[in-house]
């Protein structure tokens, strides 16, 4: 079943560019997938569940780390389809809010994969309810648009570029859904987990400068906007798009400063 539709349409629209610049995104998203092997690797692990797992890269890097068997699970058919041609772990396709998982995970990882649930209450239920007494939670997720500027500029670009798109709702489901720390230690406390501890972590993204304009010409609402002009004047847009960038460019390099919650909970005796 899936409840979180309009989530499950705009995954698999975008994961075609997603997984299109797999590696490039793998690149730049590396230091937040460390935090998560590092936390994963503190002690044995059985059984690991990656949720939105995307194209597949953290769960297979937890199961080199670890030995564990991983599980990934996802919304997006177009994501999945790119993570199941590496092997190495188990994709599941399906809403993790809502999913009866058949087993228990001693772990539940989420790189930026628990952002966009229309209930977080319901769906941070539901994953307690697939881990283990005494197992562990481990997530990381974006802090404020503020704290994060380079996504502040691509989503200026994006509502320059379509300027009609209705605005996000700063609470639904987003990137910055659980920017508020505070709200995000509630969501956890009410779904059931204990031992809630949100902290801070900022970390320099980087990737080499030639990869900017395929990394841009594929992620997220500039690609949606980009892909609804004609043909003919992508190409000038997108240098125009390039140029926004030039304040994170140096010596060859883009870099993204990012600023992550990295939240980790317990699930009860
Ligand atoms: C920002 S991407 C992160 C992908 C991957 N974790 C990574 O870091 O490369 C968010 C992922 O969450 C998935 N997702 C969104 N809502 C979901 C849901 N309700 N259940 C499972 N996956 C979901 C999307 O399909 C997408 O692959």
């Excluded at 994961?15 to 610049?21: L, Y």
Aim: aromatic share 8%.
């Amino acid at each position: 079943m899936t409840v979180n539709s309009e989530q499950a349409a705009w995954w698999d629209t975008a994961g075609h560019g997603w997984a299109q610049i797999q590696d490039v995104v793998g690149l730049v998203l590396r230091p937040y997938q460390d935090l998560l092997v590092e936390a994963a690797s503190r002690r044995p692990r059985r059984r690991v569940l990656d949720v939105g797992c995307g194209t597949g890269g953290t769960t297979r890097a937890i199961a080199a780390a670890t030995g564990a068997g991983c599980v990934g699970v996802d919304i997006s058919e177009t994501m999945l389809a790119a993570a199941r041609e590496h092997g190495e772990a188990e994709f599941v396709k399906a809403d993790a809010q809502v999913h009866a998982f058949e087993e228990r995970f001693d772990l539940v990882v989420s790189r930026f994969g628990v952002m966009f649930f229309d209930d977080p209450v319901a769906a941070f239920r539901n994953l307690l309810a697939a881990t283990t007494p005494g197992g562990e939670l481990c997530f990381v997720t974006w802090r404020t648009a503020e704290e994060n500027p380079v996504m502040t500029t691509s989503s200026r670009v994006a509502a320059s570029l379509a300027p009609d798109a209705p605005a996000p709702d700063p609470d639904g489901p987003g990137p910055f859904s659980l920017a508020d720390a505070g709200r995000t230690r509630g969501i956890l406390a009410e779904a059931g987990w204990t031992d809630v501890d949100v902290q801070p972590v900022d970390r320099d993204c980087v990737m080499p400068e030639e990869l900017l304009v395929p990394y841009l010409s594929n992620m997220g609402s500039i690609a949606r906007a980009l892909r609804e002009r004609p043909e003919s004047e992508r190409g000038e847009l997108l240098r125009k798009i390039r140029g926004e960038y030039d304040p994170f460019v140096r010596d060859g390099e883009m870099h993204f400063p990012g600023g992550v919650w990295q939240v980790t909970a317990s699930a009860p005796l």
